[in-house]
Nanobody, 116 residues
């Protein structure tokens, strides 16, 4: 069956870094656009970053531009999010999302907490 499994979250101090991973299985990963979303406490889910199927095109929310980098390894069916210069406002559950036409899959999320 389809699975998206996020990992790499945790507690980090402000200014620190984390790398999230999302392992995909059960579908043709390379055919899907991939996204990272996040939902902070008391907030709506928001799009953080997106990457096209071959990885050549990316986009970022203004709030993370210059600090986060999305990438993918189609040979390993894995999506990444490198997060640098983390701020307390980056605290959220981070979800990976796969989308192709009318088909969409979600992971279960991984918690990122930025606090001193």
């Amino acid at each position: 069956q389809v699975q998206l499994v996020e990992s790499g979250g945790g507690l980090v101090q402000p200014g620190g870094s984390l790398r999230l991973s999302c392992a995909a299985s059960g579908f043709t990963f390379s055919s899907y656009g991939m996204r990272w979303y996040r939902q902070g406490p008391g907030k709506e889910r928001e799009l953080v970053a997106a990457i096209a199927t071959a990885g050549g095109s990316t986009m970022y929310a203004d709030s993370v531009k210059g600090r986060f980098t999305i990438s993918r390894d189609n040979s390993k069916n894995t999506l990444f999010l490198r997060m640098n210069s983390l701020k307390p406002e980056d605290t959220a559950v981070y979800y990976c999302n796969a989308r192709r036409l009318w088909t969409e899959y979600w992971g279960q999320g991984t918690q990122v907490t930025v606090s001193s």
